[in-house]
């Protein structure tokens, strides 16, 4: 049982979307989607302990054999993005069926499962798998659910969001299979590990290096990395606020991770970064990141789509840390890419949790929400304080990391521009803050707290915020463990 | 048990119990616990005590060396005799302070690193500025707050001084510097404030004039002698300091023989006084540190008497001004013959303390044949004969009868005044008694024909140019005036300087600020041009330009990668 799980990783998901359509039933369409993404997150678990206990597994999909079957290869990377992923599932998955979404969308939910299971076999699918090409399948599977998630918003805007989506992630997507196909022009394998082996043979011709360019640029849009990150404002904007917890906390992190992976396993440390100058380009781009978007998420009037700047900038620390080229910096990125999920995932809940009661994301709609709703806001105001980097937070722990990681690598000047960027985010987030405590609400102002189904998963995230800021042994350790395998430093 | 505790700490630790103690038994604490700590003292062995490392740093609490032993003596004697003369006061916050300034007074001279030479540095400051304080009304509270200013001014530069030291040197021990690095003289810079070096002395006759009649014996003992001995023990052998100390005897006289306050004369003479010790440290032979311990403790007690005399006469009369006094021997006749006592003292008189410790400064001044600075001294030692010896006495108890008649000084200080009276004559007739404590064997004999008689000759010839100047009524008279010191600078004159320059530096600033605002503004201009709700960057961009900027960034990066 055991041995299959790489496989039941992917295909339980994989088949209880179409169930969800067979079963038609809302409550049964929840259960059955309840009840496989959890079993995944049970997975995940299982798969993470296996690789921390007993190294890399590597599991032949149907037997064949590795570099002409499909692989599937899980080390405490992709582990680690498993978890994450799924595990968001697993507790932004319960807060559906009492959301507005499910309400409006009515007899029809189960089609939402069915979406929102795809998506999650898409992301699961492009972390486990060991073989490029089948990473381009899953992302297409996750791309084109998410396009659908994202169109379910109560806004009409939302279409016109879900359609740039699908053609910006399509182009994204064509960008990453023109560099695969490039790669197997030059190397005759799709297998990950097999390109790895066979690239220094055939010498870094041109079309290896277009590859790799094509490869960067198409993970970059799928990671929203400036000024690529056009397509997710608007996305997580007007996408319901259930999908931008999902999509916030989970697919940008896949993203993240398809450029780690493709920089230092495909490539390797050698040809991303010696050969080729990538590390100062992502640094750059990732520190304009980092105050562009926070400057724009200052100037915002609504509060979701400040998150969604608050998203892009970020990613610019993820990036900033890899870019740093360093077993430490590799450390501080993995563990925001966890950190982060955790933060975003309980932010947009809570926004989640506010549509319940109003329909408006305003920042001045937001006057006297910490009396009209003083559980949610109280949590959105911990997820805030996790985001800017609070001690006894997770966000701080990120921090700190990328912080040392900077300093260790002899850039102080970058280290002081995290600190700087920081204190960007204590604005953003003040605003809302002092919207919500510091003023009277409007008379006639919708009052009443969520229901606890909303509530119970955005403070578990946020009891997580607080417990993964003082107990970091979980994210810190598999980090360092992944890192050092990603820099060639041994397990 | 008294012996144990780190000298100095014992009156610290003692005057908290102050507040609490019923009327009777306070006045005799304040009288009997600073003699206890001298008995306490005179018990000590020389060397280190209560040496501790904390934080990598090695404290020194309590070093006791004939240096430190001298002021340590005589700053409990000047405890216990500001004690008695101020048993009369009711107020428990002056004794407290009174006494909590004598303790950090005595534990800074016994500090063996810099960093407790801070704590009681700054605990003298504190402690001290409630006896200006006490005295009530606006002017106390004013020069009160400028007083504490520049005490913590010191404290401050002494301490950032500490920390340099430390790092360049990693000891924070307190032992002999060098100027040449910023450390030393920041430090350098703190002694000379609190030892009212030319233009750093401001705070001296602003606040001790202001304090209340018991407060300022307090104040004129501790401070500028603790500084004495800090540069006596920091800094010995600094030529630099005979300058200065040469400079601080000289200018205080002009003030001192103009101003009319006479409690204010003698700051301006006490500042004098410490001339000749920082010249005795300057000097740094062993004579003429000898010279400035001996001096110091000499002029603690002279001084100490002189400011009680002319309290007492605050205290019976309600002013001290020189114009107002006058004829006041027919009422206070003990008061007369202490003020002329201590007058005759701090003059230099043979058989007087004085004598016996101006030699020795004089004398090593003139072996190391520093023949400028003598004649200086010697000019100021004429100058301190002629507004202390003579004016002080002569315009509160002489000169014209002011028709004022009142009571003879309380007994309590009479008693302090007559215990001071004594020591100054004991000492001065018997100066082995003075010259066995110092910090260096001496074999000085003050009392030899040329010394007596070159000294008597000055002070006559002093006394006879007095005489003259009253007779011929030159001498400037005691007029209600206030005269300008170097404070005037910045007390009024860079205020007035700034008035009037104020309309150019507004428009100035004025302008600085708009080009400013104007630069700010436009810069969050173009922050919000791009960023703002509408802005470039935050604009929901059409997919035509999304699609550019991929192609853009795939461009840039294979251009890169290709070059």
């Known amino acids: 049982m055991t ?28 259960l059955l989607a309840l009840s496989t993404t959890w079993a995944a997150f049970a997975v995940s678990c299982l798969l993470l302990d296996q690789v921390l206990t007993t190294g890399t597994i590597s599991y032949e999909l149907g037997g064949w054999a590795a570099p002409f079957g499909i692989e599937y290869r899980v080390d405490a990377l992709n582990a680690f993005v498993l978890l994450i992923v799924s595990g968001i599932g697993a507790v932004v998955l319960p807060f559906t069926p009492r959301s507005l979404l499910i309400e409006m969308v009515g007899e029809k939910a189960y089609l939402f499962y069915c979406a929102f299971l795809l998506c999650l076999t898409g992301l699961l699918g492009v972390a486990i798998t060991g073989d490029a090409f089948n990473l381009f399948v899953f992302l297409e599977i996750s791309s084109l659910a998410s396009c659908i998630l994202i169109s379910l918003g109560p806004h009409r805007r939302a279409l016109t969001a879900a359609f740039q989506y699908l053609v910006v992630g399509t182009i994204g997507a064509t960008f990453i299979v023109i560099g695969i196909g490039l790669i197997y022009g030059a190397t005759g394998t799709l297998n990950m590990n097999d390109i790895a082996e066979r690239l220094p043979a055939t010498g870094y011709n041109r079309t290896v290096i277009a590859a790799f360019a094509f490869l960067i640029v198409g993970a970059a849009i799928k990671l929203a990395l400036f000024p690529l990150h056009f397509w997710l404002p608007k996305a997580y904007t007007y996408a319901p606020s259930t999908v931008s917890a999902f999509l916030a906390a989970t697919a940008t992190k896949v993203g993240v991770y398809v450029l780690i992976r493709f920089l230092f396993t495909v490539f390797g440390v050698e040809f991303s970064f010696e050969v080729l100058p990538t590390a100062l380009p992502l640094m750059v781009l990732a520190v304009l990141a980092m105050f562009v978007a926070s400057t724009i998420a200052i100037f915002q009037d609504s509060v979701k789509r400040m998150l969604a700047y608050s998203s892009v900038a970020q990613i610019g620390y993820m990036v900033l840390g890899l870019s740093l080229v360093t077993v430490d910096g590799l450390t501080a990125s993995v563990v925001h890419l966890f950190n982060h999920a955790l933060m975003k995932g309980a932010l947009f809940l809570a926004i989640g949790c506010i549509a319940y009661r109003q329909a408006s994301f305003r920042i001045e709609d937001f006057a006297g929400m910490g009396r009209r709703m003083p559980w949610t806001m109280a949590a959105f105001t911990a997820g805030g304080l996790s985001l800017i980097g609070i001690p006894l937070t997770a966000g701080f722990i990120s921090k700190w990391y990328l912080i040392l990681a900077a300093l260790a690598a002899d850039e102080p000047l970058i280290a002081a521009l995290i600190v700087i960027s920081s204190l960007l985010a204590v604005i953003y987030i003040w605003r809302v803050v002092e919207a919500a405590y510091f003023r009277e609400p409007p008379p006639g102002a919708p009052t009443g707290e969520a229901p606890a189904a909303l509530l119970v998963p955005t403070w578990l995230l946020i009891a997580l915020n607080v417990y993964f800021g003082i107990e970091t042994s979980l994210p810190v350790g598999v980090a360092e463990h992944a890192a050092r395998a990603l820099m060639g430093a041994g397990p | ?29 304040t009288v009997v616990v600073p003699a206890a700590g001298l008995w306490a003292l005179i018990a000590l062995e020389p060397g280190n005590y ?37 048993l009369h006061v009711r107020d428990s916050v002056q004794h407290m302070a009174g006494m909590v300034y004598a303790g950090s007074g005595i534990g800074a001279v016994f500090a063996g690193d810099l960093v407790t ?62 100027l040449g690095n910023l450390a030393t003289w920041l430090i350098f810079l703190a002694f000379g404030i609190k030892c009212a070096f030319p233009f750093l002395h401001n705070w001296l006759q602003d606040a001790y004039p202001e304090a209340t009649v018991t407060g300022t014996v307090f104040l004129s003992a501790f401070t500028t002698k603790a500084a004495v001995y800090a540069l006596a023990r920091g800094f010995p052998g600094t030529e630099m300091l005979i300058y200065v100390g040469a400079a601080m005897t000289a200018f205080p006289i002009f003030y001192a023989v103009i101003e009319n306050d006479l409690r204010r004369v003698l700051a301006y003479s006490l500042n004098n006084q410490l001339g000749f010790m920082v010249v005795g440290v300057g000097i740094g032979t062993p004579m003429a540190l000898n010279g400035a311990a001996g001096h110091a403790f000499a002029h603690i007690l002279y001084k100490a008497l002189l400011f009680m005399s002319m309290g007492a006469v605050l205290y019976r009369v309600g002013t001290i001004k020189g114009s107002e006094l006058g004829g006041l021997y027919k009422s206070m006749p003990l008061t007369t013959v202490f003020c002329i006592v201590g007058a005759a003292s701090i003059s230099a008189f043979p058989l007087f303390s004085g004598f016996i410790a101006k030699a020795l400064t004089l004398s090593a001044v003139a072996y190391e044949g520093y023949v400028v600075v003598w004649l200086i001294l010697m000019f100021a030692s004429a100058g301190v004969f002629h507004h202390s010896g003579i004016k002080i006495p002569y315009f509160a108890f002489f000169a014209h009868d002011s028709g004022k008649r009142c009571k003879e000084a309380p007994l309590n200080m009479l008693v302090a005044m007559g215990i001071a009276a004594f020591l100054c004559i004991a000492l001065g007739v018997w100066s082995p008694a003075l010259y066995g404590i110092l910090p260096y064997d001496l074999d000085y004999e003050p009392y030899t024909p040329t010394h007596v008689i070159g000294q008597l000759q000055l002070l006559m010839f002093s006394a006879l140019a007095f005489a003259v100047l009253i007779r011929y009524r030159i001498y400037p008279p005691e007029l209600k005036s206030t005269n300008l010191d170097f404070d005037w600078v910045y007390r009024k ?42 802005g470039t960057l935050a604009r929901t961009w059409p997919l035509g330009s999304t699609t550019l900027w991929v192609a853009v960034l795939l461009g840039g990066f294979l251009l890169i990668y290709y070059l």
């Open chain 1, 3 to 30: 041995a299959h799980l790489p496989a039941l990783q992917v295909v339980l998901t994989l088949l209880a979307a179409p169930a969800c359509i067979l079963v038609r039933g809302r409550d049964l369409a929840f």
């Open chain 2, 1 to 29: 048990m008294i012996a144990s505790l780190p000298p100095g700490l014992l009156l610290i630790v003692a005057a908290l119990a102050i507040p609490v103690l019923p009327d009777a038994a306070r006045r005799a604490w």
């Open chain 2, 50 to 86: 209560l040496a501790f490392a904390w934080f990598g740093a090695e404290f020194q609490p309590v070093r006791v060396d004939k240096l430190s032993l001298v002021f340590g003596y005589i700053f409990h004697i000047a405890a216990i005799i500001a004690a008695i003369y101020a």
């Open chain 2, 117 to 178: 030479l801070f704590v009681y540095w700054e605990a003298m400051a504190v402690a001290s500025v409630f006896l200006v304080w006490a005295r009530g009304g606006e002017a106390a509270y004013r020069s009160g707050m400028r007083y504490l200013i520049v005490q913590i001014a010191s404290g401050v530069l002494l301490l950032s001084g500490a920390i340099l030291q430390a790092e360049q040197t990693g000891s924070i021990a307190f032992d002999r510097m060098d």
């Open chain 2, 493 to 534: 004159g860079v205020p007035a300087l700034i008035a009037r320059c104020w309309p150019a530096l507004w428009a100035a600033w004025q302008g600085l600020l708009g080009a400013f605002q104007g630069g700010l503004r436009q810069g969050i201009d173009a922050v919000i041009r791009l960023a703002g709700p509408e």
